[in-house]
């Protein structure tokens, strides 16, 4: 990997099978493998495995190392200080680079950022409950974009797009969805916005944040955020797919 690729921020996404395969359950934790066994849906139990292992298969190459090495960890959350519910970390191998996973049904997500912190969020197109979320995580100019928004899909697409912003500034931040979203003014209608973090009293901390929209295929949306003052370069990977019958997992991911 040449020097320049070891910086800023990169980012990969993929679509996983809706059948779980023998080799990504063979590179789970154990506690993804009980996390398997938990889900009463075989399709969900797939998409959930796949997303793992794929996570863990780039993070492995990486940095070098065979997937089953990759150990996750949790970091303390900057809001409470507990290290229960804090932003996701990568344990093994010793590291310093930052890093952000989202899933949606078959799809997922992987940032990986140089030092600075992250957030990324993937959502499938679908259609949403839009009262009741617009009513618990929308501010007053939220809500006034969708409600301009044609209604039907294209009025779905814009309380998604708040949606997957919000997570990914939220995400970034290592607080997660016990923050106030109503708060987190993502401005939808721009390609990209910035935005003042808080702290859960209200008061400033002097932190400019900003999030975007990055690409994910027809079939998503999705968002990266990260500190105004991040300037690295962002590198989006191609969509990885799942390999074709008898063709290894190495083979087909995108480097």
């Given amino acids: 990997?040449?020097?320049?690729?070891?910086?800023?921020?990169?980012?990969?996404?993929?679509?996983?099978?809706?059948?779980?395969?023998?080799?990504?359950?063979?590179?789970?934790?154990?506690?993804e493998r009980r996390r398997f066994t938990e889900y009463r849906d075989a399709v969900a139990a797939a998409h959930y495995a796949g997303a793992r292992a794929a996570v863990?298969?780039?993070?492995?190459r990486w940095h070098g190392v065979r997937p089953a090495e990759v150990a996750w960890g949790t970091g303390r959350c900057p809001g409470c200080g507990s290290d229960r519910h804090g932003p996701p970390l990568i344990r093994a191998p010793r590291t310093d680079w930052r890093v952000s996973v989202s899933r949606s049904?078959?799809?997922?997500?992987?940032?990986?950022?140089?030092?600075?912190?992250?957030?990324?969020d993937i959502e499938c197109r679908r259609p949403l409950a839009v009262p009741a979320?617009?009513?618990?995580?929308?501010?007053?100019?939220?809500?006034?974009?969708?409600?301009?928004?044609?209604?039907?899909?294209a009025r779905d697409e814009a309380l998604m797009r708040c949606w997957v912003r919000k997570e990914a500034v939220v995400k970034g931040w290592g607080v997660g969805l016990g923050t106030d979203l109503a708060r987190v003014a993502v401005r939808p209608d721009r390609r990209s916005a910035v935005l003042e973090?808080?702290?859960?009293?209200?008061?400033?901390?002097?932190?400019?944040?900003?999030v975007r929209d990055v690409?994910?295929?027809?079939?998503?949306?999705?968002?990266?955020?990260?500190?105004?003052?991040?300037?690295?370069?962002?590198v989006v990977r191609p969509l990885i797919r799942p390999p074709e019958p008898g063709v290894r997992h190495e083979d087909a991911a995108a480097g």
């Fill in 133 to 153: 979320v617009v009513r618990r995580c929308l501010g007053a100019e939220e809500r006034a974009h969708v409600a301009a928004a044609p209604e039907g899909a």
């Fill in 1 to 31: 990997m040449s020097g320049s690729a070891r910086t800023g921020v990169h980012i990969w996404a993929g679509r996983v099978r809706d059948v779980a395969a023998a080799g990504d359950l063979a590179v789970l934790d154990e506690r």
């Fill in 215 to 234: 690409p994910a295929g027809k079939d998503c949306l999705a968002a990266l955020a990260r500190p105004a003052d991040d300037t690295a370069p962002l």
């Fill in 56 to 60: 863990r298969r780039t993070v492995a």
């Fill in 105 to 120: 049904g078959p799809w997922w997500m992987l940032a990986l950022s140089r030092s600075a912190p992250v957030g990324v």
């Fill in 197 to 210: 973090r808080t702290e859960a009293a209200g008061a400033a901390v002097r932190e400019l944040w900003v």
